[in-house]
Structure formats: C-alpha cells, structure tokens
C-alpha cells in the first residue's frame, strides 16, 4: 500500500503562485508514474499534470500549459506541482496520484482518474481575484 501526502497549499491573489508537493511511502516510488488532478466545488476530478516514472516525459491539461511544472525527485519520493501566474478558475482541491507501470510494460503518462491506484488526500488552493 503506498501513501501520499500533499502539502503546500493555501491561498493566493491572482497572478501569485504555489508549490505542492507530495510525498510517496510504502512502494518504490520510481514505478509509478505520478500525476496531480483537481475537483473544484460541483465539478469532476480533472488532470492537471503528468509525469513518467522516470520524469522523462511530462503532460499538462491545456488549461495550465505555460503556468504550471510537474517535477519529481525519486530519491526523495516526492513530485512537485509548481503553479505560476494562479487564476481564480484554479481554485480546487488538489490531489496527487500514483499509477504502477511494471518496468516492461510500455505505457504513457495517463490522464484518466481511473487508471490510478493510489491517492493522496488533497490540499486546498484558493486564488482569489
């Protein structure tokens, strides 16, 4: 069973930024690959962000390309959301997500909530106007 904890949220103005991060127990961390998702209030879970096991590739929803970098360091298990120029339409619950890829399996970074196994608890980010 692995176990994520994010942290770092809070809130902003517009234009301010954040960065989360989430830290990973329990499992090996570098056969995930990781992603960061988000559920404001009366809305889905949506991707936000990305990343392979080994951090060699990255995803990012449209919505935040440009504003927003997904990192990882696997000797710290832990993976970063840097989150720049915060609009009030980022305001959500943030959530990490861990996804196994076994080493021989071929996959890409998925952005479908489904396709993960583990989830943190959220951390709360509210950009105010």
């Known amino acids: 069973q692995a176990q994520l904890v994010e942290s770092g949220g809070g809130s902003v103005q517009t234009g301010g930024s954040l960065r989360l991060s989430c830290a990973a127990s329990g499992r090996t961390f570098s056969n995930y690959h990781m992603g960061w998702f988000r559920q404001a209030p009366g809305k889905e879970r949506e991707f936000v962000a990305g990343?392979?096991?080994?951090?060699?590739?990255?995803y990012y929803a449209d919505s935040v390309k440009g504003r927003f970098t997904i990192s990882r360091d696997n000797a710290k298990n832990t993976v970063y959301l840097q989150m720049n120029s915060l609009k009030p339409e980022d305001t959500a619950v943030y959530y990490c997500a861990a996804d196994y890829v076994p080493r021989q399996v071929i996959r890409v970074v998925s952005t479908t909530p489904e396709e993960y196994d583990y989830w943190g608890q959220g951390t709360q980010v509210t950009v105010s106007s």
């Open positions: 990343i392979s096991w080994r951090g060699s590739s990255t």
